[in-house]
């Protein structure tokens, strides 16, 4: 399928009566994933930090032990026995949910000190626990941003802050090139031009597609110049960035947060759920107005106590982040091939695949060879933008690092295959 001729069908898919959208956006999918129309492909169940059991008709039938490398608990906390330990006892003492939302029912003691734990680990007065990172960028633009207010952001910005921003005119929400401050301040000085009132500018403090991270001194500073408010979405950085893991300002050596980090529990905190840390006016302006806070039941005992002894275990264990900066700098000396740079300081490393080659095919490959990487294709991404994504851990060995080099440039030098699908469904 041609570029052009993917993106015209799934147009014409958008414009159909219901029922035939509903049979031609699964014929797509089918097509798309190759006959089996099921987006997920493996039934996946971790046994240990970075080894899973996948059970997958494409990675030869039956359930295969494969090396774990598309995972987000960067630190393998979520298989801490501290971390396990807590979740189990929160568990004994308060059973499996709180059956409510905060707003109805009231934090649980657990809730509370987690907040005031993430608040600490953020340096900032205070936060807000969320259900999860989609529903906290979600939160922060119900709750704070107004009709008349602007928000500008990356271009690469996360989906949940693009569906909560869809619903503000379409002429006060603009985004500016990835990491481009040229171009951010070309919208700043635009809007200022004739408005006087709130701008908001959104960045990610670890951009989890492209592995890189935001010129963040040169990103606030040119928001304090134009008056405008910066949100740092510090999903991916939170645990792997810094010296002590705080995140994206520690990183930077910047002490403040002028105004808000948004975080999820579900990446290096090796649970779910999601945080807004922030002044206590701006926290209380989200539990009063954010209708994902209101009206969505509050994180149950398991997760919360998880989370913090997570946190925890980022003073206590910082072995296992020198563990995985180690295994970054391994891992961009041995990608380094194909094309990831020898100074990566990331724990995602994006491999670029070539416009119409067959992502899912790829990654079968791979699979096949014995480990798991996550293919990022076409139409979750535009086709020039696919990508193989390497996610790394504290709990890989430099051998596991090594053999995945070693099969990625086999698999990626043998030739990629063209992307299969049938035109003749096209519209
Ligand atoms: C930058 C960013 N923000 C938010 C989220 C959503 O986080 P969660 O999985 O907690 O909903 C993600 C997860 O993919 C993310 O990468």
Not at 11 to 28: C, G
Not at 325 to 341: E, S, T
Request: glycine share 8%; charged share 20%; with cysteine.
């Amino acid at each position: 399928m041609s570029r052009l001729s993917s993106l015209k069908r799934m147009l014409h898919i958008q414009s159909l009566p219901f029922q035939d959208r509903i049979t031609e956006a699964s014929a797509l999918i089918a097509t798309l994933y190759r006959g089996s129309g099921d987006i997920h492909r493996r039934e996946f169940a971790v046994d240990g930090p970075c080894r899973g059991s996948v059970s997958n008709a494409d990675v030869r039938n039956g359930t295969e032990q494969v090396v774990m490398f598309g995972s987000n608990d960067y630190l393998g906390l979520s298989q801490l026995a501290e971390v396990k330990q807590a979740a189990l006892r929160a568990v004994e003492q308060f059973g499996t949910s709180f059956s409510g939302s905060p707003v109805m029912n009231g934090l649980n003691p657990l809730h509370t000190e987690l907040e005031r734990k993430l608040a600490a680990l953020k340096n900032t007065q205070t936060s807000v626990l969320l259900p999860s990172g989609f529903a906290a960028n979600l939160a922060w633009v119900r709750a704070l941003v107004a009709e008349h207010d602007y928000v500008v952001a990356d271009q690469y910005g996360h989906t949940s802050f693009r569906e909560a921003a869809r619903a503000l005119p379409k002429a006060r929400r603009r985004f500016f090139a990835h990491n481009s401050i040229p171009d951010l301040e070309r919208h700043l000085s635009e809007i200022r031009s004739d408005h006087a009132g709130t701008i908001f500018v959104f960045v990610e403090g670890l951009y989890s597609m492209h592995g890189d991270l935001p010129p963040l001194p040169g990103i606030l500073e040119t928001c304090e110049r134009y008056g405008a408010l910066p949100v740092v979405d510090d999903a991916h950085g939170t645990g792997t960035l810094g010296p002590t893991g705080r995140g994206v300002f520690e990183h930077f050596g910047i002490r403040e947060v002028p105004f808000i980090v948004v975080g999820t529990l579900s990446k290096a905190l090796g649970a779910v759920g999601g945080f807004v840390a922030c002044k206590k006016d701006v926290a209380l302006a989200i539990r009063a107005n954010a209708s994902s806070y209101i009206f969505s039941a509050s994180l149950p005992p398991a997760t919360v106590a998880a989370a913090s002894a997570a946190v925890d275990a980022l003073a206590n264990h910082p072995e296992r982040l020198e563990r995985l900066r180690r295994n970054i700098r391994h891992a961009a000396n041995r990608l380094h091939a194909l094309g990831v740079p020898k100074d990566w300081q990331s724990p995602i490393f994006p491999l670029e695949v070539p416009a119409n080659s067959d992502v899912t095919a790829l990654v079968t490959s791979v699979g096949q060879g014995g480990f798991f990487v996550n293919g990022v294709s076409f139409p979750a991404v535009p086709l020039e933008d696919q990508r193989v994504r390497v996610s790394i851990s504290s709990e890989h060995t430099t051998a596991q690092i090594d053999a995945l080099a070693d099969l990625l440039e086999r698999v990626m030098a043998s030739g990629t295959p063209e992307l299969d699908v049938q035109e003749a469904r096209l519209a």
